[in-house]
């Protein structure tokens, strides 16, 4: 693990990561959304950005899960379809 320094909002946190390019884009992607954020309601502290922050990636996670399940179990259709057309 390597210790990495990211700024996130304008303010600095020195994290520890196996993978600093990465976690700088993730640091980097995070303080864009709290700035785009932040522009929709400047009256918002620092912690309830990130709440708001929290919320809208874990609605995208929650989008891509669904997404995720969807396909999933499109392929097992498709699947069962190609061993019936194989097995004829």
């Not at 995208?60 to 259709?77: F, G, S, T």
Request: hydrophobic share 40%; glycine share 2%; net charge negative.
């Amino acid at each position: 693990m390597q210790s990495v320094e990211v700024e996130i909002f304008g303010r600095r946190f020195r994290l520890r990561s196996d993978d600093p390019t990465r976690t700088q884009k993730i640091a980097a992607d995070l303080s864009k959304q709290l700035y785009d954020i932040y522009e929709e309601s400047e009256h918002l502290d620092f912690a309830r950005l990130l709440l708001l922050a929290c919320f809208k990636q874990q609605e995208d996670l929650q989008l891509v899960l669904e997404e995720n399940e969807k396909i999933r179990a499109e392929l097992e259709r498709m699947n069962q379809m190609i061993e019936k057309i194989v097995s004829i």
